[in-house]
């Protein structure tokens, strides 16, 4: 079992930032490539960032390029989002997940453990 708590949600203004954490405990964290969805209300859950276990190799949304950055400290057993230039339409709520699967990582079904989510509000 991975138990997965995220935090760092919360309201900003278009154009600003917000950095997520995602703090795991249990199974080896090192062990999971990890993933951060978003769902916004009345919409299907996205697929936000990935990234693999060792932290190589990372995968975005066209959606949010160039503006999320994924990382983490397999020390600390925690997953970042690094959110900067957020729009209105970035706001959803944030979900970490932990995923023991090497390919198709933007596939939420690739994902065996989920985060309860936090939210990130950006206003206009």
């Known amino acids: 079992q991975v138990q997965l708590v995220e935090s760092g949600g919360g309201l900003v203004q278009a154009g600003g930032s917000l950095r997520l954490s995602c703090a795991a405990s249990?199974?080896?964290?090192?062990?999971?490539?990890m993933g951060w969805f978003r769902q916004a209300p009345e919409k299907e859950r996205e697929f936000v960032a990935a990234?693999?276990?060792?932290?190589?190799?990372?995968y975005y949304a066209d959606s949010v390029k160039g503006r999320l950055t994924i990382s983490r400290d397999n020390a600390k057993n925690t997953v970042y989002l690094q959110m900067n230039s957020l729009k209105p339409e970035d706001t959803a709520v944030y979900y970490c997940?932990?995923?023991?699967?090497?390919?198709?990582?933007?596939?939420?079904?690739?994902?065996?453990?989920w985060g309860q989510g936090t939210q990130v509000t950006v206003s206009s």
């Open positions: 997940a932990a995923s023991l699967r090497w390919l198709e990582l933007q596939n939420r079904n690739q994902y065996s453990y």
């Open positions: 249990g199974r080896t964290f090192s062990s999971f490539a």
């Open positions: 990234i693999t276990w060792s932290g190589g190799r990372t």
